[in-house]
């Protein structure tokens, strides 16, 4: 592609084209709206780099699929919605505890089942924090546009090969379809991380840790020979039901985001300086949240704005701070209130915390948001 030229690009095609640049060559997938062109995209794109694209029977499949050729030392993506992201969560969880590299493409829409496969929703932001079992790391980031759709498209990669963990790009049937003119960045502006590789002859422990917390990776091929398996292990990469290794290993991943939190907290804020009122908001609903706020400042309301465009780990003290010094927050989404219960956490009674939610298939509104910031 092109670089250093202005585009104009759907939501899915920046996602694709953000994956290409950030290294991707290997996608494995099963249609599904409204995250379906991703997929198309690389069809046609993958094999003009050198990559590889396979459709997979189902998305439990697909999964499965990207962690054995991440495993093989190849970035690699998958992109779903809805059903799709709840059946691969059992093989998200066998990436977190084997410390596998890859990226989950999630653009949410109505449920739960098969709902309104064509229609936007929020409904999947606890999905992706908690939808696989036990205590695991994670990290989720939210596009509120399509510029974003690439530029975090390529940070997803970029933490997920750093960290050793799986990163979901959580859109919306908004962003994913929306277009917006994308400039592309010219060659070698564009930082890119890879995973570390193991260093001199020594014997290799795949789940050793170094200060990072993160192991180095060798690749299946590289000429280390290692176990990998989704029972805790020791450092060897074998199972091991020793407590204090159990102990050992969950804290160890833990820390691999605790640790990384300013890499981790990706925030906008708007007018919150002298803020009375503030909305958080993220994806979509951002757009109309940052609207509705403007829309308040002319009224004379001192409105502010936070949109995570990572929303996971959470930006708990960006919230905690604001709660100090505002009287009120208001949460949209386009579900039945999650992220909400976040924010009232942080903001631990300081500030009354408001939800605003949609669960018809309709965005929310400027106008919306502004009643709530008035009310408030």
């Not at 919605?81 to 989950?104: D, H, M, R, W």
């Not at 409105?303 to 208001?330: M, N, S």
């Not at 631990?348 to 008035?374: N, Q």
Request: net charge negative; proline share 7%; with cysteine.
């Amino acid at each position: 592609m092109p670089k250093g030229r202005v585009v104009l690009w759907q939501g899915n095609e920046a996602c694709a084209e953000g994956a290409l640049a950030a290294g991707c060559r290997f996608f494995a997938g099963y249609p599904i709206t409204p995250s379906s062109e991703v997929a198309e995209i690389l069809a046609e794109r993958l094999p003009q780099v050198g990559g590889k694209f396979i459709q997979m029977e189902d998305e439990i499949a697909s999964m499965g699929a990207i962690i054995g050729a991440s495993l093989a030392g190849v970035k690699s993506m998958t992109a779903t919605s809805g059903p799709g992201f709840s059946l691969k969560q059992e093989n998200i969880g066998y990436a977190a505890l084997t410390e596998v590299p890859c990226v989950v493409l999630n653009s949410m829409r109505v449920g739960p089942s098969t709902g309104m496969p064509t229609s936007p929703a929020q409904g999947d932001v606890m999905q992706a924090r908690w939808g696989t079992h036990g205590d695991h790391p994670i990290v989720a980031i939210v596009p509120a546009s399509v510029r974003e759709c690439y530029e975090l498209t390529i940070k997803a990669f970029n933490v997920s090969e750093r960290l050793r963990l799986p990163v979901i790009v959580l859109t919306d049937e908004i962003i994913s379809h929306m277009r917006e003119k994308v400039e592309i960045p010219e060659p070698g502006t564009i930082a890119i991380v890879d995973r570390k590789k193991p260093r001199g002859d020594g014997p290799y422990l795949p789940f050793a840790a170094e200060d990072d917390d993160v192991p180095p990776m060798a690749a299946f091929g590289d000429g280390h020979r290692f176990h990998v398996t989704g029972l805790f292990h020791d450092q060897t990469g074998f199972p091991s039901s020793k407590p204090a290794e159990a102990d050992r290993l969950v804290r160890r991943l833990m820390r691999k985001t605790e640790n990384h939190s300013d890499e981790l907290t990706l925030c906008d804020e708007h007018y919150l300086k002298d803020a009375e009122v503030v909305v958080l908001s993220y994806g979509s609903v951002s757009r109309a949240a940052l609207r509705a706020v403007r829309l308040a400042r002319e009224a004379g309301i001192k409105a502010g704005l936070i949109r995570p465009a990572i929303i996971w780990p959470f930006p708990e003290q960006i919230v905690r701070r604001a709660a100090e010094r505002v009287r009120a927050f208001i949460v949209p989404e386009m579900n039945y209130g999650q992220i909400v219960h976040e924010v009232e956490r942080c903001a631990a009674g300081k500030a009354t915390v408001r939800g605003l939610s949609r669960v018809d298939s309709e965005p929310i509104t400027p106008a919306e948001i502004l009643s709530a910031i008035k009310e408030a």
